[in-house]
């Protein structure tokens, strides 16, 4: 299980370095005037940080992972692939329903199947996301996102 780690690790380390290198092409900017590269670079960074962190974790963790259940992993596997389908829809749908509306819906779904909270801590965290994302790409940087058919 390790190596699978190791090896998904490298993959995203590498995935993320392509990432940054292409929106460095594209125009990073600067915080106070955002090129159309920055989100991408900011993602990708994000990528690599979290990959390079599981690769030293696999090289740490003494904890043999392979002693996990058949059912807890196709439990897991059904999850990843849920959320996998998740980002697909939200991209189809972010056009027509806008960014608010579709991210809320998105952020609620996520967390609904990744923790399995009570429904109303589930709605305050996506609506406290959701707002969040707002105020930084709309307000403070300026971007101009889908509104869809509800114009906010």
């Not at 392509?18 to 460095?24: S, V």
């Not at 609620?108 to 990744?114: D, Q």
Request: one cysteine or more.
């Amino acid at each position: 299980m390790r190596n699978s780690n190791r090896l998904s690790a490298l993959f995203f380390l590498a995935l993320s370095l392509f990432i940054c290198q292409q929106a460095i092409v594209i125009g990073v900017g600067s915080l106070y005037e955002p090129g159309p590269g920055l989100l991408d670079f900011s993602a990708g960074a994000g990528i690599g940080i979290i990959s390079l962190c599981l690769f030293i974790q696999s090289f740490i963790s003494k904890k043999n992972q392979g002693d996990v259940a058949p059912h807890r992993s196709n439990l897991n596997t059904l999850r990843f692939i849920m959320i996998c389908a998740s980002l697909f829809v939200y991209i189809i749908i972010t056009d027509w329903l806008g960014f608010v509306l579709s991210t809320f819906l998105f952020i609620s779904f996520t967390l609904r199947l990744i923790e399995s909270e009570k429904w109303w801590r589930t709605l305050i965290k996506a609506s406290l996301i959701t707002m969040g994302n707002y105020l930084i790409f709309v307000v403070w940087l300026g971007l101009s996102l889908p509104k869809g058919f509800v114009d906010w």
